[in-house]
């Protein structure tokens, strides 16, 4: 696995997570970071962005809710979710150019 997504579980609304997405360093320098979700039942949708400089991009439901940023020391892209709402729930996958890690389930119940 060249991607290691981790940090989902079950929250209440409300609560915050933090996801984590590790990769070799030859990887995680190479494009931006990208997080992606699918709900059950629904379409794999866009969150956020972080390119490899660190400008950062936002899908409108998670603006102001979610922050994204990249630790390069450590190879790893952060995603804080915050303000958690049901309509979050889903799997939470992590993506550089055309390489995908496997997903990690976040599950909000209100």
């Known amino acids: 696995v060249q991607l290691q997504a981790s940090g989902g579980g079950l929250v209440q609304a409300g609560r915050s997570l933090r996801l984590s997405c590790r990769a070799p360093a030859n990887i995680f320098n190479s494009d931006n970071v990208d997080w992606y979700r699918q709900a059950p039942g629904k379409r794999r949708e866009w969150v956020a962005t972080?390119?490899?400089?660190?400008?950062?991009d936002y899908a409108h439901s998670v603006n102001g809710r979610f922050a994204i940023w990249r630790d390069n020391a450590r190879n790893t892209v952060y995603l804080q979710m915050n303000t958690l709402k049901p309509e979050d729930t889903g799997d939470y996958y992590c993506?550089?150019?055309?390489?995908w890690g496997q997903g990690t389930l976040v599950t909000v119940s209100s």
């Open positions: 993506a550089i150019g055309k390489i």
């Open positions: 972080v390119s490899r400089g660190g400008a950062t």
